[in-house]
């Protein structure tokens, strides 16, 4: 069974942080790219950040470049993903989705699994 679970989603203002967590667990375990992504209403669902499995091949969407951090810890049968989120704008309201899946040419992550998502509001 497949299982991601996000949690941290919360209200902040401009300017300030939130950490988003995803203990992932069976088969998403496995997989070789974890990694973020959000929708805001009306906007289609698009791409924050990705990370492989030892850690290393981070990326980026520009425009949360130089302010998101994604970071992962594999522990023995699951792992945690983290998005450290600062200098927060109301433009990075949205629902932040876990995702876990492949590299697949022409997109930095192919995602086979998504977790329920949680909502972060920034307000201005």
């Known amino acids: 069974q497949v299982q991601l679970v996000e949690s941290g989603g919360g209200l902040v203002q401009a300017g300030g942080s939130l950490r988003l967590s995803c203990a992932a667990s069976g088969r998403a375990f496995s997989s070789p790219l974890m990694g973020w992504f959000r929708q805001a209403p009306g906007n289609e669902r698009e791409f924050v950040a990705r990370?492989?499995?030892?850690?290393?091949?981070?990326?980026?969407a520009d425009s949360v470049k130089g302010r998101f951090t994604i970071s992962r810890d594999n522990a023995k049968n699951t792992v945690n993903l983290y998005l450290q989120m600062n200098s927060l704008k109301p433009e990075d309201t949205a629902v932040y989705y876990c995702?876990?899946?492949?590299?697949?040419?022409?997109?930095?992550?192919?995602?086979?699994?998504w977790g329920q998502g949680t909502q972060v509001t920034v307000s201005s």
């Open positions: 995702a876990a899946g492949r590299y697949s040419t022409g997109v930095p992550l192919a995602s086979d699994y």
């Open positions: 990370i492989g499995w030892s850690g290393g091949l981070t990326y980026y």
